[in-house]
């Protein structure tokens, strides 16, 4: 697999990081070098790395420059970035309660109407979907999923809205994804999750991570508030398959 990808470029990004990019487009083969680039790193440090950041295709590595520079280690990173990826083992796996359509999923019939089908089939569709955690960003716990059905892909809203809902399940270009805080969105919004992927004072802070699986199964708007109030309690209310 490795050796249909172009080898990875090495890009200064300002005076104390690097971007080793894998890929320039969203892309799974790459995303699975980023990852294990990043817990090649986790797993045998480099003196002078500070902090690592998984995306899609690429993986920012924050260093000290006072302890290493830019070309010294660029030499350390290359020959492991270079390496086939390790075959994937068991990941954990989540079950995730969704709450589709009406206020949880203000976009759900629109999305239905452009791609010509019923609400219920996008329900279907977007819930039986196998997604895989590519990176967390923008917010705290915002999940980017690939694994996307293609029936399902569709640009962005042209006319992103400046605030959308805490716990947003929703869909945009060729990904899927979950929203845990409120936050603008040109996305479109399925429907909710009572699921928190960042809950500060919770252990853990943060439920997903990248490499992780993810399901989706749908429940009603009453469901939908019992497990609400449980998960603002702390509780996690999301169902973990594999550990």
């Not at 962005?156 to 805490?166: F, G, I, N, Y």
């Not at 109030?229 to 209310?237: K, L, P």
Request: aromatic fraction near 6%; charge should be negative.
């Amino acid at each position: 697999m490795a050796a249909t990808l172009p080898p990875p470029r090495l890009l200064p990004s300002g005076d104390s990081a690097v971007t080793v990019e894998f890929s320039r487009t969203i892309d799974d083969d790459a995303n699975q070098r980023v990852l294990a680039l990043d817990k090649a790193l986790a797993a045998s440090p480099i003196d002078g790395i500070t902090e690592t950041v998984p995306t899609y295709r690429s993986l920012l590595v924050h260093y000290d420059p006072g302890k290493i520079g830019f070309d010294a280690l660029g030499e350390k990173l290359l020959p492991i970035a270079i390496q086939p990826p390790p075959p994937v083992t068991r990941a954990r796996r989540w079950r995730i309660p969704v709450a589709y359509g009406g206020e949880h999923g203000i976009d759900l019939e629109d999305v239905a109407k452009a791609l010509d089908t019923t609400p219920d089939d996008i329900v279907a569709r977007h819930a039986g979907g196998d997604y895989k955690v590519a990176m967390i960003g923008f917010t705290p716990g915002w999940s980017y999923l690939s694994g996307l059905d293609k029936s399902l892909h569709m640009s962005r809203r042209q006319s992103p809205r400046l605030l959308t809902p805490a716990g947003t399940i929703s869909i945009g270009g060729v990904q899927a994804g979950i929203q845990c805080l409120a936050a603008p969105s040109g996305w479109h919004l399925l429907g909710r999750t009572p699921v928190r992927t960042y809950q500060l004072h919770r252990n853990p802070t943060f439920l997903t991570e990248p490499g992780d699986r993810v399901t989706f199964f749908a429940i009603d708007h009453k469901a939908f508030e019992e497990l609400d109030r449980a998960a603002e309690a702390g509780e996690i209310v999301a169902e973990q398959v594999i550990a």
